[in-house]
């Protein structure tokens, strides 16, 4: 089943996408929620992130180039970090670079959605925890990396986490490839035997540290092949079982002040 939310003359909805359209429905994604009855034409929707997640987690070189490169030893510590919620946008939305840097990356990936509280669970049991999946886009600044090693500022701007288009809750995210093209070209295309933390562990991991709540977003690292971009590049990352995601970046003034 497939998730979504999208916005006709400005006035926002929740769907399942259909074969003959969008059907709109009303309530608690995570809890309870029914059809309206309403069906919207898929032409005629402006498609929106899927859900405004309630935090986001990512996870940093999460992927080898080949299984030999696969490291014996996990980290005692996996790196993750936090992305801001005011960073999400959706479909076709601009991502925009920030003064300070022409260039920034994309890294397309796989996004797991939590769907209930989750503390303390082992691998075995994360997948009961997650609702569905969908496309991230877990956009950089490395030019605002701090020194020290902290990645905060460089994955914070607005605009730097682009979600969708659907979360999809029947797919076996062993089996999915995580893909991006640049400009029509490809230059991510990898499966998750090239994880080195797999989502299960990291999921487990994390809800040791913390309660994971409904509308968590895990974002799972991305496959080698990410690149810098610039003004003008379209991106379309794919997770085919979901949909593609695709935005372009564009340069406006954005300034951080000191
Ligand atoms: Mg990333």
Redesign the pocket.
Known sequence: MKFTRFSVDAIEYKGVLVEDGIREIKGDIFADWDYTGKVFSKDEVKLLAPLMPTQII???A?YVASVDQLPNELPDIPVFFFKPISSVIGPEDEIIIPTGCDTVKF?S?LAVVIGKKAKDISEEEVFDYVFGYTVGN?V?APAYFHEAGHWTIG?SFDTFTPLGPFIETKIDPVSLRVKARLNGEEKQNSGQELMIISTAKMISYLSHVMTLQPGDVI?T??PVG?EFVRAGDVIECEIEEIGILRNSFVKKAVSVEH
């Open positions: 990512g996870i940093g999460n890294e990936e877990d950089t994955k974002l690292g991305s990410a």
